[in-house]
Structures are given as C-alpha cells and as structure tokens.
C-alpha cells in the first residue's frame, strides 16, 4: 500500500466517523482496525506506521528489563558511580516509575538535555561522558533491547573470532547482564593475536579510530543498519541522539553525528555500527581482530598488512571513522609479546609483591611513570589496591600536574590518606583560589577531594568563598557538580540557596546525596523542597524523596522534622507481601515460619518498608544495603530482647534504657567482644554474627568519614564482604527464628 493509499484511507475513516458518529458499521469496524496502527504527526505532516518495534519500547517488561540491566551494568564504574544513589532512589518505587515512562513514550516523551563531563585523556585532548537522565537511560537502553535478538544473530559468527568486544550473555532475550565479562574477550583477544604470531603472521600493525563514538552518524546507524520500515522506532532513536548530541539551542550549530559515551545501550549501537565493516574485513581474507575500537591487522609480509590497511581504511571513510594514523607502524614481531603491542595492565606475580613490600611498591609506582606511553593501567591499579598506603603520596604530589589523565584516581587516592591534609592543601590550594588549572575537570576533581577533607576537618572559608564566586555562570557541568559537592560538605544554608536555582533538574539530583542530614532542620529546606517539586522532571524529587525516607528509617531523621513536607504523600515505599519471610527466603535462602506480624507488634510497618528497601538496594549499592539491614537488625534485636523478658522474666536481660530513659544504643546490646550481659552471652553465635554487621557498617562513609576507634578513614563494602556479611545474615536469622520457635511465636 503507498503513501497515498494510506492518507486516503485515513481521510475516508475521518468522514464516516463524522457522519456516523452514533451507528458504525461492520465494515466500518473492520476498517477502524485496519487504520488501528496509523496517527497524524503534527510536525511533518505525514502519515506514521506505528511499527512492531516501537510497540515493543514502551512495554513494561522491557523497560524492566531495559531498567535491570542499567542497574547490573559494570563495564563502567566511574560512570554508574553518578547514579548510585539515584538508582537505589529509583528502585524504591520502580513499578510505578516505569508504568509512568511507558505511557510517556506513547505519549509525549521527549528526551532531555544531557550533562556533558569532558575528561583528559592522555594525548591531552578530551573524552566525553555524556549523563543523561535516569528516564533517558532507560528508554535508551528499551531501544536497544528491541534491536538486539536480531543483532546477536548477524553478529554471532564474528564474536570470540574477529571480534572481541561486548560479547553478548546466553539468553540475551531475558538475561539482566547484557554482556559477558569484559575480560572474557579481551583476554580471548590477545590469545588470538599470539595464536596469528605462531602461525607465521609476524608482521603487525595496531591502530584505533580517532573519537570513536563522537564520528558515530545519526544517518548512518539509523537509515543503514535498522530496518527502515520501523518509522516511529527510527524517529525515537534519532530523536534521542539529536537531543544528547547536541547542547546548544542555536540550530545552526546542530549536529548529526556521536552517541552518549557511558551508558551500556550505547556499546550496543557501537558494535552495530561496525558490524558492516567487521562482515567486509572478514570476506576480504585478511587477518583481522577488533576490541571496540582497537583494531590489529597481521599478515605473513608487510605488502600483505598494507593491503589490509588500505581496504580497512576506506571502508572507515565509506562510515565516515577515522584511523589514528599517527599511532601506528607496521612491525615485523620477533616475539608475542611485540606482536600483542599493548602490555596488560599488571601480572598476577606483580601484584603479590606489591602487596606485601612497600619498597617494591614504590620502585613499581615510579617506573610505571618512566615507561613510555605511561603505564596508567598499572598505575591505577596501585592506587586502588594501596589507598590506606601513604607511601605513594610523595610521587602522586609531584606526577600530578604532568598526568591529569590520571587525576581523578589520584584524587581518590589522596582521599583516602588524610594524615597528609597538609601537603595535600600546600600542593593545590592557591590551583583552586587562582584558577591555575588547563582542565575544568581536573579543577573539579580536586574540589571534590577538597571537599572530603573538609568533611573530616573543617577548611578555611576562603574555599568556600571561593567555591560560590566560581559557580556564578558556571558553564562546566564538572565543575558545577563538585563545587555542589564541596559547598554540601560546608553543611550550611549556601548550598540550598544555589541549588534550587539551579537549572538541571539531573544535577540536582545527583547531589542530593551528599546531604547532610541536619540540612533538613534548616528553615530554606522547605525551600528547596517546593523547587524540586514543582519542577517538571520528577528525577529531583525521586532523590529527595528516597534521601528523607532513608534518614527516616535509619533514625538520622526525626519523623517529626519531615511531617511538613507530607511523608506519606511523597515517601510511600509500597510492598505487596505482607510478611518479611518473603524477603529473607529470596534473598538469603532462610526458611523460617516466623509470625513477624505478632512479633514486631506495632513496629511491623516500620520493618516491612525498611525490609523492602534492604531488598531494592541489595544489587545496587553494596554499602547502603548493609548500613539498612543493620538498622533491621536494630530493631529485631531490641524486639527479641522485649520478648524475652515475657519469657523468661527470672533472667536478667540486659535493659533496653539507661537510668535517665534515654534508649540505649544498639552496639552496646550485642558488643560481645568489649561487654557481656544474659543476651549475648546465651545468645553467644547470634552475638556475634550481629556484631559482624554492626561493626562493619559503623565502617563505612555512609554511618561515618572515619573510624571512631582507629581514626582510620572508612571505605566502601566489597564484593567479597557482601558475600561474608550474607552469610552472617543467615546465622542470625535461622538463630532468631529457632528461639522463636522454641517459645511458639
């Protein structure tokens, strides 16, 4: 049917609507169902199939699923680390949030602007972290799930064998984790390049595309590579990356080309992209790997890698790609190792030495810095593995300004080393009043350090001075996020009075938690709290929602404090079971039979959301999910303890009150490595799995910046401590529920 078919047809089904409004025929039925699927695009003025593919966006299984897989992704760390937070704060009320996005796709969703962050690279120009809004992230993402059975299929007979990057998981229609381990690939990579050497092809030559996702073309990833009978999928794609390519508003600056570099969907369209050019490489018979844009071509003689390079070179110009040519030469390798090029990052055997000698530490820190290029992979590594070390904070001071590639980990570093706030603020100090700085986003990363320093010890207000003079016409989006950062960490009225002016609603809420709680008592928070409301994003206020219910529940907040600003309106976390058992058999595999209701009494609705929230958070931040589930074990205890005094009332259990009134607090009832008392003593197992929780979670930056005992600064849980803190999860709940058991509850 042509396009003219199609307009008639809906001309026709207009006038018999309008001449027979009250008694439509049959065939008039027959003819609304055939038309069922076109509507009228006001801005074009043409017809629009409603296609499949579009249908398939907006369902709420794939907008879960869209949402699972944003949530699980760990290919970039730095990235997700925005979002954390607002993730969780998302979580808390996610069928309802997705039931919102999915009549705003069908609707009226327009994507918003982005946040762009531009980061050094080592070369001394700039990559692009684009943040998009957490609505933006999904619908993205629901794009390329639609597209990606179909994708996986094409793409399945280079995958593991030319192509190495984003390798797709089995059961890709269903499964959360969207790629395998990155590792996975690139180590199949190498032994794919060594695998070539050994067969003869010793000559080699290693290049990458110049800014790979910012010459992606709009066009060209949607007129090519999806089918183009998909009208209304199409033009939500390019509408999209029309709105997160582009920051100004002027339309003759617009741009047609790049893709958001962070989010997972945008690996997905990448890949797509080059698909074209991985299937022509592969029919032209040269020896050819790729991982993302890291491309090596090897041959048996140099005439034979040159026609390679020529045939791959213009099919990057036929995409409009281009090679780095000034970063490659073809060798003749003499050993695998100059066959693979790059080193990897560190050796296993490195890494054990490292760790238990500081002098070998340092010798391998400062010769990573004389390789050349710089081994920043290495040097990165040292870092995070050796935070609580202050044997490196001499060569990072004195590195700094020659590797800004490498700030924000350096940065992080330091962090974690406050006994040397001295030199740290000597170093940089006047950089931050004077402006010294090249890079806004190394300027931005120093005030957030500036601003965890601060937390610890209080700096000079001249920082703070200095910080609002900066944000006045702020055009970086880095610089603006941590000069938020550092004026929250100042804990006083400046940061509410800026912030709810500010212009992004995302911004916004990204800074939300950093938070002090006491900011609630200050009387401009009703202020900030109108601003975020009447904004028409709802991101803001999904943040401070989840901010106050969260104070809320772990007691840092009074119920009192927060009643003006309508809790129940604003901070429902709703739940459809009715009992905790449901909670604790899925997550951590115990099988009581506990009556929670009769048991938590009046406090049951308090454990039940409070329980809703451990599950929302217990796969999205490891540390939030154990500070909760502490304060469920707060509770649980001081209950159990009520219990049995009814009990056993001829036993001293210890007092839930001190001789003023005051409630005791929760560490002194279960501390069974200081203090004895009935209940930790009979109760010696279940004592001490909960003192493992209580004290691991007064450990962490969400309960304190430091150790109250040591002093020591307080770190983030792992993995391997959430798989340990499981554990002891299960010791104290199959404990309470046998003594509960035992006295028929």
């Not at 280079?158 to 229609?173: A, H, K, L, P």
């Not at 741009?255 to 698909?275: K, R, T």
């Not at 991982?291 to 020529?310: M, W």
């Not at 002098?359 to 050349?372: G, I, V, Y």
């Amino acid at each position: 049917m042509s396009e003219e078919d199609i307009k008639q047809l809906f001309l026709n089904l207009v006038l018999n609507v309008q001449r027979k409004h009250e008694n439509i025929t049959m065939e008039e039925q027959n003819l609304s169902s055939v038309t069922a699927n076109v509507r009228y695009h006001d801005e074009t003025q043409d017809i629009i199939i409603m296609d499949a593919r579009f249908r398939k966006v907006y369902k709420i299984d794939n907008l879960k699923l869209a949402w699972r897989r944003i949530a699980t992704a760990t290919g970039n760390i730095s990235y997700k680390n925005y979002y954390r937070q607002l993730f969780v704060a998302y979580e808390m009320n996610l069928d309802s949030n997705l039931k919102e996005l999915s009549v705003k796709i069908q609707r009226d969703y327009e994507p918003s602007a982005p946040l762009k962050i531009y980061v050094p690279k080592a070369s001394g120009l700039l990559r692009t972290f684009t943040l998009l809004e957490i609505e933006d992230l999904i619908v993205y993402q629901a794009i390329a799930n639609v597209l990606i059975p179909d994708f996986v299929k094409e793409r399945k007979k280079f995958e593991m064998n030319t192509v190495f990057s984003n390798i797709f998981s089995n059961d890709i229609e269903k499964n959360i984790f969207l790629f395998r381990p990155w590792k996975d690939g690139y180590h199949a990579y190498r032994r794919k390049i060594v695998k070539n050497f050994e067969k003869g092809f010793i000559y080699t030559v290693h290049f990458d595309l110049a800014a790979f996702y910012d010459t992606i073309d709009h066009n060209s990833l949607t007129g090519e590579l999806i089918h183009k009978q998909d009208c209304e999928y199409v033009i939500l794609l390019r509408r999209c990356l029309a709105a997160w390519s582009n920051t100004s508003d002027a339309e003759y600056r617009k741009i047609n080309h790049s893709i958001p570099q962070g989010p997972i969907s945008s690996s997905v369209f990448a890949e797509l992209y080059l698909l074209p050019l991985d299937e022509k490489m592969d029919n032209s018979g040269f020896i050819y790997s790729r991982y993302v844009d890291d491309i090596v071509l090897q041959g048996k003689t140099r005439e034979e890698v040159i026609r390679g390079i020529v045939c791959l070179d213009k099919l990057c110009k036929d995409k409009g790609l281009v090679p780095q040519s000034s970063k490659f030469e073809i060798i003749k390798a003499e050993t695998k190792e100059q066959a693979l090029g790059k080193k990897p990052s560190i050796s296993f055997s490195e890494k054990t030495i490292i760790s238990k000698n500081d002098d070998e530490l340092l010798k391998n820190f400062k010769k990573a810095f004389e390789e050349n290029p710089v081994n920043g992979s290495s040097i990165r590594y040292m870092l995070k593995a050796c935070r609580r070390d202050g044997a490196l904070v001499s060569v990072v001071l004195e590195e700094f300004d020659s590797h800004y590639e490498l700030a924000e980990d350096m940065c992080e570093y330091l962090s974690y080393n406050p006994d040397f706030a001295i030199l740290i603020e000597a170093k940089f100090g006047n950089s931050l009043l004077y402006g010294s700085i090249p890079y806004d986003y190394v300027e931005s990363v120093l005030w957030k350090l500036f601003a965890k320093m601060n937390t610890s010890s209080p700096l000079d207000q001249k920082y703070e001075k200095r910080a609002m003079e900066l944000l006045v016409n702020q055009k970086s989006v880095a610089m603006q996020y941590c000069l938020y950062i550092y004026l929250a960490s100042c804990k006083d009225h400046n940061l509410i009075a800026w912030l709810s002016y500010c212009k992004s609603a995302l911004m916004q809420a990204l800074i939300v938690p950093y938070f002090s709680f006491s900011i609630v008592l200050q009387s401009s928070f009703s202020d900030l709290f109108v601003a975020f409301d009447n904004r028409t994003s709802k991101t803001p206020m999904i943040a401070l929602n989840n901010y106050l219910k969260m104070g809320v529940l772990t007691g840092e907040i009074s119920t009192d404090s927060v009643a003006q600003f309508y809790l129940q309106e604003h901070l429902d976390i709703r739940t459809k079971y009715e009992t905790i058992c449901y909670f604790l058999e899925k997550d951590y595999g115990i099988k009581g039979k506990t009556e929670w209701k009769l048991f938590y009494g009046t406090d049951y609705i308090t454990a039940c959301e409070l329980m809703a929230a451990i599950h929302k958070s217990i796969n999205i931040d490891k540390t939030l999910w154990l500070n909760l589930f502490d304060s469920f074990n707060d509770i649980t205890v001081k209950k159990l303890i009520e219990w049995l005094n009814i009990w056993q009332p001829a036993v001293t259990w210890p007092s839930l009150s001190d001789r003023t009134g005051k409630i005791k607090d929760y560490g002194t009832l279960i501390n069974c490595e200081k203090s004895k008392n009935q209940f930790t003593t009979q109760y010696l197992k279940l004592a001490k799995a909960l003192w493992a929780i209580h004290k691991r979670r007064c450990c962490t930056p969400l309960s304190h910046p430091k150790d109250l005992h040591t002093a020591e600064v307080t770190t983030f849980i792992t993995a391997g401590e959430k798989t340990e803190m499981t554990r002891q999860i299960r010791i104290e709940y199959d404990e309470i529920d046998n003594i509960l058991r035992g006295h028929r509850l």
